[in-house]
Protein backbone atom coordinates (compact mmCIF):
# COMPACT_ATOMS: atom_id res chain seq x y z
CA UNK A 1 0.00 0.00 0.00
CA UNK A 2 1.66 3.17 -1.24
CA UNK A 3 -0.06 5.63 1.77
CA UNK A 4 3.11 7.64 2.80
CA UNK A 5 4.04 8.74 6.12
CA UNK A 6 3.42 12.35 5.43
CA UNK A 7 -0.10 11.30 4.54
CA UNK A 8 -0.44 9.92 7.91
CA UNK A 9 0.80 13.34 9.02
CA UNK A 10 -1.78 15.08 7.28
CA UNK A 11 -4.38 12.35 8.89
CA UNK A 12 -2.89 13.53 12.34
CA UNK A 13 -3.13 17.42 11.57
CA UNK A 14 -7.08 17.18 10.45
CA UNK A 15 -8.06 15.48 13.02
CA UNK A 16 -6.34 17.57 15.52
CA UNK A 17 -7.57 20.85 14.23
CA UNK A 18 -10.63 19.53 12.58
CA UNK A 19 -10.19 21.84 9.45
CA UNK A 20 -8.29 21.34 6.51
CA UNK A 21 -7.38 24.83 6.40
CA UNK A 22 -5.77 25.01 10.26
CA UNK A 23 -4.28 21.90 9.17
CA UNK A 24 -2.53 22.91 6.22
CA UNK A 25 -1.15 26.36 7.52
CA UNK A 26 0.28 23.95 10.91
CA UNK A 27 1.90 21.75 8.52
CA UNK A 28 2.94 24.85 5.64
CA UNK A 29 1.52 23.60 2.95
CA UNK A 30 -1.37 24.66 0.87
CA UNK A 31 -4.97 23.72 1.17
CA UNK A 32 -5.43 22.43 -2.06
CA UNK A 33 -2.63 20.45 -1.89
CA UNK A 34 -3.18 18.80 1.28
CA UNK A 35 -7.26 17.95 0.05
CA UNK A 36 -5.45 16.01 -3.01
CA UNK A 37 -3.01 14.30 -0.79
CA UNK A 38 -6.18 12.77 1.57
CA UNK A 39 -8.58 12.03 -1.41
CA UNK A 40 -5.05 10.02 -3.12
CA UNK A 41 -4.73 8.31 0.43
CA UNK A 42 -8.46 7.49 0.59
CA UNK A 43 -8.52 6.06 -3.09
CA UNK A 44 -5.95 3.79 -1.93
CA UNK A 45 -7.42 2.97 0.94
CA UNK A 46 -10.95 2.65 -0.43
CA UNK A 47 -12.91 4.64 2.50
CA UNK A 48 -13.36 7.87 3.09
CA UNK A 49 -11.49 8.89 6.05
CA UNK A 50 -13.05 12.69 6.99
CA UNK A 51 -16.51 14.19 6.72
CA UNK A 52 -17.64 18.01 6.66
CA UNK A 53 -19.91 18.82 8.88
CA UNK A 54 -20.96 22.08 9.91
CA UNK A 55 -19.28 22.18 13.09
CA UNK A 56 -15.96 21.35 10.81
CA UNK A 57 -13.79 18.12 9.53
CA UNK A 58 -14.71 15.10 11.66
CA UNK A 59 -13.27 11.74 11.29
CA UNK A 60 -14.96 8.85 9.41
CA UNK A 61 -15.01 5.46 11.44
CA UNK A 62 -12.54 4.47 8.83
CA UNK A 63 -10.57 7.37 9.68
CA UNK A 64 -11.07 7.04 13.66
CA UNK A 65 -9.82 3.09 13.02
CA UNK A 66 -6.77 4.64 11.00
CA UNK A 67 -6.24 6.78 13.98
CA UNK A 68 -4.45 5.13 16.44
CA UNK A 69 -2.13 3.42 13.91
CA UNK A 70 -0.75 6.32 12.34
CA UNK A 71 -0.06 7.70 15.53
CA UNK A 72 2.17 4.55 16.18
CA UNK A 73 3.16 4.52 12.88
CA UNK A 74 4.98 8.08 13.26
CA UNK A 75 5.71 7.27 16.66
CA UNK A 76 7.95 4.16 15.82
CA UNK A 77 9.74 5.98 12.28
CA UNK A 78 10.59 8.45 14.62
CA UNK A 79 12.00 6.20 16.99
CA UNK A 80 13.98 3.96 14.28
CA UNK A 81 15.28 7.11 13.03
CA UNK A 82 16.42 8.48 16.61
CA UNK A 83 17.69 4.48 17.20
CA UNK A 84 19.97 4.77 13.63
CA UNK A 85 20.72 8.45 14.41
CA UNK A 86 22.48 7.22 18.26
CA UNK A 87 24.00 3.85 17.03
CA UNK A 88 25.83 6.01 14.38
CA UNK A 89 26.80 8.33 17.33
CA UNK A 90 27.61 5.52 19.43
CA UNK A 91 25.29 6.30 22.35
CA UNK A 92 23.00 3.23 21.95
CA UNK A 93 22.77 -0.60 20.56
CA UNK A 94 24.26 -3.49 22.16
CA UNK A 95 28.45 -3.74 22.26
CA UNK A 96 29.56 -7.02 22.92
CA UNK A 97 33.50 -6.84 25.00
CA UNK A 98 35.49 -9.87 25.52
CA UNK A 99 38.55 -9.32 27.85
CA UNK A 100 41.45 -11.37 29.65
CA UNK A 101 41.08 -11.57 33.40
CA UNK A 102 44.02 -9.54 33.95
CA UNK A 103 41.93 -6.31 32.68
CA UNK A 104 39.58 -7.11 35.83
CA UNK A 105 42.11 -5.97 38.46
CA UNK A 106 41.38 -2.12 37.63
CA UNK A 107 41.19 -1.11 33.84
CA UNK A 108 38.33 -2.80 32.85
CA UNK A 109 35.67 -1.36 36.12
CA UNK A 110 37.19 1.91 35.97
CA UNK A 111 36.34 2.32 32.47
CA UNK A 112 32.88 0.64 31.72
CA UNK A 113 31.65 2.58 35.12
CA UNK A 114 32.54 5.22 32.77
CA UNK A 115 30.95 4.03 30.05
CA UNK A 116 27.86 3.42 31.40
CA UNK A 117 27.68 7.18 33.08
CA UNK A 118 28.17 8.69 29.29
CA UNK A 119 26.29 5.94 27.54
CA UNK A 120 23.70 4.72 29.39
CA UNK A 121 21.42 3.42 26.81
CA UNK A 122 24.00 1.44 25.53
CA UNK A 123 23.97 -2.28 26.70
CA UNK A 124 27.07 -4.51 27.38
CA UNK A 125 27.47 -7.93 27.27
CA UNK A 126 31.05 -9.56 28.57
CA UNK A 127 32.77 -12.84 28.28
CA UNK A 128 35.99 -13.74 29.53
CA UNK A 129 38.98 -15.62 27.70
CA UNK A 130 42.65 -16.14 26.54
CA UNK A 131 43.65 -13.60 24.29
CA UNK A 132 44.00 -15.80 21.44
CA UNK A 133 40.41 -17.03 22.29
CA UNK A 134 38.98 -13.22 21.98
CA UNK A 135 40.79 -12.46 18.67
CA UNK A 136 39.35 -15.79 17.13
CA UNK A 137 35.93 -14.41 18.58
CA UNK A 138 36.44 -11.11 17.27
CA UNK A 139 37.22 -12.51 13.43
CA UNK A 140 34.44 -15.01 14.30
CA UNK A 141 31.68 -12.18 14.83
CA UNK A 142 30.67 -13.23 18.24
CA UNK A 143 32.31 -9.75 20.16
CA UNK A 144 32.84 -6.86 19.12
CA UNK A 145 35.61 -5.38 20.50
CA UNK A 146 38.32 -7.63 22.85
CA UNK A 147 40.46 -6.17 25.84
CA UNK A 148 43.74 -8.18 25.08
CA UNK A 149 47.31 -8.52 26.54
CA UNK A 150 50.40 -7.52 24.36
CA UNK A 151 52.42 -8.20 22.50
CA UNK A 152 49.94 -9.73 19.48
CA UNK A 153 51.10 -10.90 16.33
CA UNK A 154 50.78 -8.69 13.05
CA UNK A 155 47.40 -9.27 11.82
CA UNK A 156 46.08 -7.24 9.09
CA UNK A 157 42.60 -7.79 9.86
CA UNK A 158 42.40 -6.37 13.10
CA UNK A 159 42.83 -2.96 14.51
CA UNK A 160 44.83 -1.95 17.69
CA UNK A 161 44.62 0.66 20.10
CA UNK A 162 47.40 0.83 22.62
CA UNK A 163 45.50 1.93 26.26
CA UNK A 164 48.69 1.05 28.32
CA UNK A 165 52.09 -0.19 28.69
CA UNK A 166 53.16 -2.11 31.83
CA UNK A 167 56.20 -3.85 33.31
CA UNK A 168 56.97 -6.91 33.88
CA UNK A 169 57.77 -7.65 37.60
CA UNK A 170 58.62 -10.86 39.74
CA UNK A 171 56.28 -12.67 42.37
CA UNK A 172 58.33 -14.74 44.64
CA UNK A 173 57.07 -17.06 47.96
CA UNK A 174 56.67 -14.14 50.95
CA UNK A 175 59.35 -16.65 52.25
CA UNK A 176 62.19 -16.12 49.64
CA UNK A 177 64.98 -15.67 49.86
CA UNK A 178 64.24 -12.30 47.87
CA UNK A 179 61.30 -11.21 49.56
CA UNK A 180 62.80 -8.73 51.41
CA UNK A 181 64.17 -6.38 48.23
CA UNK A 182 62.09 -3.67 46.66
CA UNK A 183 63.99 -4.72 43.19
CA UNK A 184 66.19 -7.18 42.13
CA UNK A 185 68.16 -7.92 39.05
CA UNK A 186 66.44 -11.03 36.60
CA UNK A 187 69.97 -12.45 36.90
CA UNK A 188 69.71 -13.31 40.50
CA UNK A 189 67.11 -16.03 39.52
CA UNK A 190 68.82 -17.66 37.33
CA UNK A 191 68.88 -20.90 39.84
CA UNK A 192 64.92 -20.50 40.38
CA UNK A 193 62.23 -22.69 38.88
CA UNK A 194 59.91 -20.50 37.33
CA UNK A 195 55.73 -20.75 36.79
CA UNK A 196 55.65 -19.64 32.96
CA UNK A 197 52.58 -18.71 30.99
CA UNK A 198 51.63 -21.52 28.53
CA UNK A 199 53.04 -21.75 25.60
CA UNK A 200 50.44 -22.66 23.38
CA UNK A 201 47.72 -21.06 25.29
CA UNK A 202 49.36 -17.61 26.19
CA UNK A 203 52.47 -17.62 23.52
CA UNK A 204 52.81 -13.93 23.66
CA UNK A 205 53.28 -13.64 27.78
CA UNK A 206 55.69 -16.58 27.05
CA UNK A 207 57.55 -15.45 24.64
CA UNK A 208 58.09 -12.36 26.57
CA UNK A 209 59.05 -13.75 29.36
CA UNK A 210 61.44 -16.11 28.02
CA UNK A 211 63.03 -12.93 26.24
CA UNK A 212 63.78 -11.57 29.43
CA UNK A 213 65.67 -14.18 30.56
CA UNK A 214 67.34 -14.57 27.74
CA UNK A 215 68.40 -10.92 27.95
CA UNK A 216 69.96 -11.76 32.03
CA UNK A 217 71.74 -14.98 30.45
CA UNK A 218 70.15 -17.82 31.47
CA UNK A 219 66.82 -19.86 30.43
CA UNK A 220 64.74 -20.06 33.14
CA UNK A 221 63.68 -23.71 34.11
CA UNK A 222 60.16 -24.20 34.25
CA UNK A 223 58.51 -25.88 37.09
CA UNK A 224 55.13 -25.23 36.04
CA UNK A 225 52.96 -23.25 33.38
CA UNK A 226 49.67 -21.71 33.90
CA UNK A 227 47.08 -19.73 31.85
CA UNK A 228 45.73 -17.19 34.29
CA UNK A 229 47.56 -14.14 36.10
CA UNK A 230 45.73 -15.47 39.43
CA UNK A 231 46.96 -18.97 38.69
CA UNK A 232 50.73 -18.34 38.71
CA UNK A 233 50.49 -16.14 41.67
CA UNK A 234 48.52 -18.86 43.58
CA UNK A 235 51.01 -21.45 42.27
CA UNK A 236 53.80 -18.96 43.21
CA UNK A 237 51.99 -18.54 46.46
CA UNK A 238 52.00 -22.39 47.00
CA UNK A 239 56.52 -22.71 46.69
CA UNK A 240 56.13 -23.99 43.09
CA UNK A 241 58.98 -21.11 42.14
CA UNK A 242 58.93 -17.84 41.44
CA UNK A 243 57.18 -15.74 38.13
CA UNK A 244 57.57 -12.64 35.67
CA UNK A 245 53.82 -11.05 35.95
CA UNK A 246 51.91 -7.35 34.43
CA UNK A 247 53.28 -5.22 36.92
CA UNK A 248 49.13 -4.29 37.10
CA UNK A 249 49.15 -7.59 39.68
CA UNK A 250 50.20 -6.21 42.51
CA UNK A 251 46.44 -5.65 42.69
CA UNK A 252 46.16 -9.35 43.37
CA UNK A 253 46.55 -9.04 47.34
CA UNK A 254 48.12 -12.03 48.99
CA UNK A 255 50.09 -12.68 52.48
CA UNK A 256 52.07 -15.00 50.59
CA UNK A 257 53.48 -13.27 47.86
CA UNK A 258 56.04 -10.51 47.07
CA UNK A 259 55.82 -8.10 44.35
CA UNK A 260 59.65 -7.09 42.93
CA UNK A 261 60.68 -4.73 40.70
CA UNK A 262 62.76 -5.69 37.94
CA UNK A 263 66.24 -3.60 37.24
CA UNK A 264 66.21 -5.31 33.75
CA UNK A 265 65.65 -1.91 31.50
CA UNK A 266 63.93 -4.67 29.17
CA UNK A 267 61.51 -5.38 31.99
CA UNK A 268 59.67 -1.79 31.78
CA UNK A 269 57.29 -0.85 29.49
CA UNK A 270 57.45 -4.84 27.54
CA UNK A 271 53.68 -4.99 28.00
CA UNK A 272 50.94 -3.40 26.67
CA UNK A 273 46.81 -3.27 27.46
CA UNK A 274 45.01 -3.44 23.73
CA UNK A 275 41.66 -2.75 22.44
CA UNK A 276 41.24 -4.94 19.30
CA UNK A 277 38.60 -4.81 16.88
CA UNK A 278 37.47 -6.32 13.37
CA UNK A 279 39.50 -3.62 10.79
CA UNK A 280 37.32 -1.67 8.51
CA UNK A 281 33.77 -2.64 10.68
CA UNK A 282 32.40 0.67 11.25
CA UNK A 283 32.18 0.65 14.89
CA UNK A 284 31.36 3.90 16.87
CA UNK A 285 30.65 1.95 20.30
CA UNK A 286 33.54 0.79 19.86
CA UNK A 287 35.82 3.96 19.82
CA UNK A 288 33.21 5.23 22.60
CA UNK A 289 34.76 2.42 24.49
CA UNK A 290 38.38 2.85 23.47
CA UNK A 291 38.38 6.67 24.72
CA UNK A 292 37.16 5.51 27.93
CA UNK A 293 39.44 3.24 28.87
CA UNK A 294 42.25 5.70 27.96
CA UNK A 295 40.83 7.96 29.80
CA UNK A 296 40.58 5.75 32.79
CA UNK A 297 43.77 4.44 32.59
CA UNK A 298 45.44 7.96 32.39
CA UNK A 299 42.90 8.43 35.90
CA UNK A 300 44.48 5.26 36.82
CA UNK A 301 47.68 6.39 36.62
CA UNK A 302 47.70 9.46 38.04
CA UNK A 303 45.87 7.86 41.38
CA UNK A 304 48.29 5.45 41.88
CA UNK A 305 51.74 7.59 40.36
CA UNK A 306 53.00 5.17 38.23
CA UNK A 307 54.97 5.56 35.17
CA UNK A 308 52.09 4.01 32.73
CA UNK A 309 52.50 5.27 29.40
CA UNK A 310 49.26 6.00 27.61
CA UNK A 311 47.98 6.05 24.12
CA UNK A 312 45.22 6.27 21.77
CA UNK A 313 46.22 6.20 18.55
CA UNK A 314 46.03 2.92 16.17
CA UNK A 315 49.06 1.16 15.80
CA UNK A 316 50.93 -1.47 14.11
CA UNK A 317 51.14 -4.24 16.58
CA UNK A 318 54.74 -6.48 16.58
CA UNK A 319 54.96 -9.11 14.21
CA UNK A 320 57.84 -10.85 16.03
CA UNK A 321 55.89 -12.42 18.46
CA UNK A 322 52.92 -14.73 19.12
CA UNK A 323 49.62 -13.90 20.05
CA UNK A 324 48.14 -13.90 23.69
Request: hydrophobic residues 45%.
Amino acid sequence: MAVTLRQFQQLLAIAETHSFRRAAEKLFIAQPALSVSIQKMEQEIGARLFERTVKGVTLTPAGQAMLDDARAALFYADQACRTARLVALGEWGTLRIGFVGSATYSLLPLSLQLFRERYPDVRLELREDSTIGLIRQIHGHEIDAGVVRGPIADDPGLESWIIHHDDLILAVPARHRLASRRKVALAECRSEDFVLYGSTVVPGLHSVALSLCYSAGFTPRISQEAIQVQTLVSLVASGMGVALVPGVTRAYSSAHVRFLDLSDPAAKGCLSVLLVAKKHIAQELVHRLCECMVQAADKAKVADGSSMAIGSGVVGVPDNVAAD
